[in-house]
């Protein structure tokens, strides 16, 4: 079963990540996604903001997410590089990250992201290249 299949079936449950840190599906398909999660103590640093990883994470699985929705049900993908741009920081409400595909080749793929607050505002913005790893043809 393709991963887009299993998000469809199991939705969050698709994912032991989203398990883990109390993530949304939102809005997906056509190179697009959107993800929420609620910012909960445990997942602040040590000075009481949002962990920044957690936005690039986060704005990571958007993106994937969006890119499974138009590549072959069975192909896989990897992050090549990403980068992420802090804009703001947040201790609490939902946050959103929306992915979109930029530019699909045949091995590699080039992706937008952007994490927001629940109000709209810009949190973080991040780019990535994934790779496009052959599809697996089941026996």
């Not at 990571?60 to 920081?89: H, N, R, Y």
């Not at 947040?90 to 607050?117: D, L, Q, T, Y």
């Not at 505002?121 to 043809?137: D, G, Q, R, Y």
Request: aromatic content about 8%; overall charge neutral; charged content about 25%.
């Amino acid at each position: 079963m393709s991963y887009i299949e299993e998000i469809e079936r199991r939705g969050r449950d698709a994912n032991p990540f989203f398990r883990l840190m109390g993530i949304d599906i939102g809005d997906y398909g056509n190179g697009r996604a959107e993800l929420y999660m609620t910012v909960r103590p445990d997942m602040h640093n040590g000075v009481g903001w949002l962990q920044g990883g957690l936005y690039t994470a986060l704005c990571d699985e958007a993106m994937a997410l969006a890119l499974f929705t138009v590549l072959d049900k069975e192909a896989a993908i990897a992050t090549i590089s990403e980068c992420t741009s802090f804009l703001q920081g947040v201790r609490s409400g939902r946050i959103n990250a929306a992915g979109e595909a930029v530019k699909r080749g045949r091995s590699v793929a080039f992706m937008r992201g952007r994490v927001s607050s629940e109000v709209g505002v810009a949190l973080a913005e991040c780019t990535a290249s994934f790779a496009i790893l052959p599809s697996k043809k089941r026996a």
